[in-house]
């Protein structure tokens, strides 16, 4: 085993103090005036923090998310649930082979055990329930019910089913049904309290004849099935009139101002996607070929591509065969981008038919939208489940298609390999940490001599093992934000947050407490396996000494990292290279739009490099300046990011550091430090009680007022026409907003350039 050689730089930290001195008091005073200043300024800023989200609010459009919800997992659309995707797997191509009366035979299989598992649960629970309510009126009556009433299937209203005579009156309505249900049970309760009966029996009687577990109110999916019908894709205006009355019937008439179904645009994805790169080379070609004409520069041979025909479908082959063959580059973008628009009108009216468990509902004061929002819709959780709708151009379409089941079930299984990635992700980084250590490089006859110069070896030990870790942490913000769209999110916000949360987490987990196990205990495993009583000496010796490596690492992350992301090299570099590629002015401006600014990879950075500071300023009072000239380069860097995300309950590490080094130095008065980690924990907790649901849904109250300064603002109260018009625009999804005639102009103008290029 090797020991541990002190440096002029380890005499500034705590593992040059013997144990017992007095001067570990000064180290015990400073982490209680460290955690004073921390969480004085944390409770200022969460409350900042709040009033700043509501004036944001306040300051939204009317119509938008401020006024919307997204209402996910709607009941009476078989859409995503298990059966199915079952459906969809025995017609896709694995049975695609069988005959089709075997693969009716197979559905009709799997939806008679499906069907069958359910009534046995509800036929179950009704058994019990039923019998156990008879036995409490048996008993106070003295009597046994009859055969008859018993066999008699009750209606939901509680009345005797009577025989059907011709066909059954549809119900128009979840409103009007529902106020029918309401006002015979309103009749049934007062009949029964004109009897003798005591206030328990009462309440027995009225729970039997009124609502039972097997009733049909009490299932989301039967009292959906009854307005929709029990086909596989439910009819587009039924579905929705059936959340617009849902909606009305419980937060009152009139207080919805738009519903805006999601429907399965699976079958557009791709056509969109051909449309606007077809679209975009023949803007980009008729651009370069205008930019030619105006310079008077002769057009010596027109542009051709070539053409597969089998890679374009059906319409390939049959204009342009099975070979490959070449074209005229307008003729031929043209005549695509025509089909191209066809195609996808005909699709747009397919997939209208194919509504999603999921609808943007847009109410006409904010407080509806607090209400629904914050409270539980209905006691079966895995249907009508309302968030707060994020903004129409963050929405990720695709994931709107999922269910509740298939949601857990996804971000069970990536949390999974999110613990795997952390576990592994040590292995590899130590690997090349090790190889790239001075004496193995020293033992290299080529490298021996340049390795052992005096500024090569500092900077091989000081900065190229924190750079090598940083290079290795590069790559996990792309592979997080991937995780997190597989499972579920269904925004670009909630993306860029779950790469936040988890990003921040793993840099705990693999840089703060495996650096520090790494440093302190993996290099004297010999020195532990001859004395394993050695290990307290290890950790007050090893832990502070690991300030160094600290240090280097955000002296790197600072004035390296920090640097290189305010001159935006890797962005320069890229535009660059694409600014070269494109040709004209459209080409290069369509390189500037839509840029989206991303915390994932940032936030992280920040905070784990307060958390270092905190942490070790009272270990290795170095490590403060160098905080301060991180936040420094980053404030400079990027003074618009909003550094908030800040959990009080880490700064625990800060007392549970001081109180496991000064028990190991020998300090007779730790217990006095004993209370932090309580205080620091109440004060996590007081944060999540008071602040944790102001930063994510609106008050009633703050709801009510801007409400009223809406309608002295405006001096009316129901959205305007063109306003519902602009919430269906807002929150239609890409694929539905391609028109045929948007690309008339530029068909147009394709045709007069060719003219003119044939001289025409």
Not at 20 to 27: D, R, S, Y
Not at 190 to 203: F, H, I, Y
Not at 254 to 262: D, K
């Amino acid at each position: 085993a090797k020991n541990y050689a002190f440096s002029s730089f380890d005499r500034c930290s705590l593992a040059n103090v013997a144990s017992g001195e007095l001067k570990l008091w000064a180290h015990m005073i400073s982490c209680y005036v460290v955690t004073y200043i921390v969480l004085t300024a944390l409770w200022r800023y969460n409350k900042e923090a709040t009033l700043m989200r509501i004036a944001f609010l306040a300051n939204s459009p009317r119509g938008g998310p401020s006024h919307t919800v997204l209402v996910m997992d709607i009941p009476g659309n078989k859409y995503g649930t298990l059966v199915w995707y079952l459906r969809e797997l025995v017609g896709s191509t694995l049975f695609v082979m069988l005959p089709k009366s075997w693969r009716k035979r197979i559905l009709d299989k799997v939806e008679e055990a499906f069907g069958k598992v359910s009534e046995l649960d509800v036929a179950a629970i009704a058994r019990g329930a039923d019998l156990t309510i008879e036995r409490e009126e048996d008993r106070h009556r003295g009597t046994t019910p009859s055969p008859s009433s018993a066999q008699t299937p009750a209606l939901v209203d509680g009345t005797k089913a009577q025989p059907s005579k011709g066909t059954a009156t549809a119900v128009t309505s979840p409103l009007t049904a529902a106020a029918a249900l309401n006002t015979k049970a309103a009749e049934a309760v007062e009949a029964q309290k004109k009897t003798r009966a005591t206030g328990s029996l009462l309440r027995k009687r009225v729970y039997s004849k009124e609502v039972k577990p097997n009733d049909d109110k009490l299932d989301p999916w039967k009292q959906a099935e009854a307005v929709l019908g029990d086909a596989a894709a439910p009819n587009a205006g039924a579905v929705q009139d059936f959340i617009h009355g849902e909606m009305e019937f419980c937060y009152g008439r009139g207080c919805v101002a738009s519903v805006n179904p999601v429907w399965d645009q699976s079958e557009l994805e791709g056509l969109l996607d051909d449309y606007t790169k077809t679209k975009q080379l023949l803007e980009d070609y008729l651009d370069k070929l205008a930019y030619d004409l105006r310079r008077r520069k002769p057009i010596k041979k027109r542009l051709q591509v070539t053409v597969i025909g089998p890679t374009l479908g059906a319409w390939g082959i049959k204009n342009y065969g099975v070979k490959p063959v070449k074209v005229d580059a307008i003729t031929f973008w043209s005549d695509r981008l025509r089909q191209l628009a066809d195609q996808i009108h005909v699709s747009q009216a397919n997939c209208l038919q194919r509504p999603v468990p999921s609808a943007f509902v847009t109410f006409q004061i904010r407080a509806t939208q607090v209400v629904l929002a914050t409270n539980l819709h209905h006691h079966d959780e895995t249907t009508w489940q309302a968030t707060l709708a994020p903004e129409p151009k963050e929405i990720i379409w695709r994931n709107l298609r999922m269910r509740a089941w298939e949601r857990t079930l996804r971000t069970m299984v990536l949390w999974g390999a999110y613990v795997a990635l952390v576990l592994f992700f040590i292995i590899p980084v130590g690997i090349v940490q090790a190889l790239i250590e001075v004496p193995r490089l020293a033992s290299v006859p080529v490298l021996g001599t340049i390795v052992n110069l005096p500024v090569i070896k500092q900077v091989l030990e000081g900065i190229v093992p924190g750079l090598v870790l940083l290079i290795f942490l590069a790559l996990l913000p792309s592979l997080l934000a991937f995780m997190c769209r597989l499972s579920g999110c269904v925004s670009n916000s909630a993306v860029d947050f779950g790469v936040v949360e988890r990003y921040f987490y793993f840099q705990v987990l693999t840089i703060f407490l495996g650096s520090i196990i790494s440093g302190s205990l993996l290099s004297q495993l010999k020195l532990l396996q001859s004395n394993p009583g050695a290990i307290i000496r290890i950790l007050g010796v090893g832990i502070p000494q690991t300030a160094t490596f600290f240090i280097n690492f955000i002296l790197v992350a600072g004035i390296g990292k920090a640097g290189i992301k305010h001159l935006r090299l890797p962005g320069l570099v890229i535009f660059w290279l694409l600014s070269k590629m494109a040709s004209t002015p459209r080409a290069r401006a369509r390189l500037w739009a839509d840029q989206y600014t991303t915390y994932g990879p940032n936030v992280p950075g920040y905070t784990i490099a307060f958390l270092l500071g905190l942490v070790y300023c009272n270990i290795n009072p170095i490590i403060a300046p160098v905080v301060l000239l991180y936040m420094t380069f980053s404030v400079i860097s990027e003074r618009s990011c909003s550094c908030c995300y800040w959990l009080p309950c880490l700064c625990c590490w800060v007392q549970v550091a001081m109180l496991v080094l000064l028990s190991i130095k020998g300090f007779q008065w730790v217990p006095l430090l004993i209370p932090a980690p309580f205080i620091t924990l109440a004060f996590h907790v007081s944060c999540l009680v008071l602040f944790n649901r102001p930063w994510t849904v609106m008050s009633a109250h703050d709801a009510a007022m801007l409400d009223l300064k809406d309608a002295t603002d405006r001096g009316d109260e129901a959205m305007s026409q063109a306003e519902l018009q602009e919430i269906k625009q807002m929150y239609q999804s890409p694929v539905f907003k391609v028109h045929k005639a948007d690309i008339d102009d530029l068909l147009r103008e394709a045709a007069i350039t060719s003219r003119r290029i044939n001289g025409g």
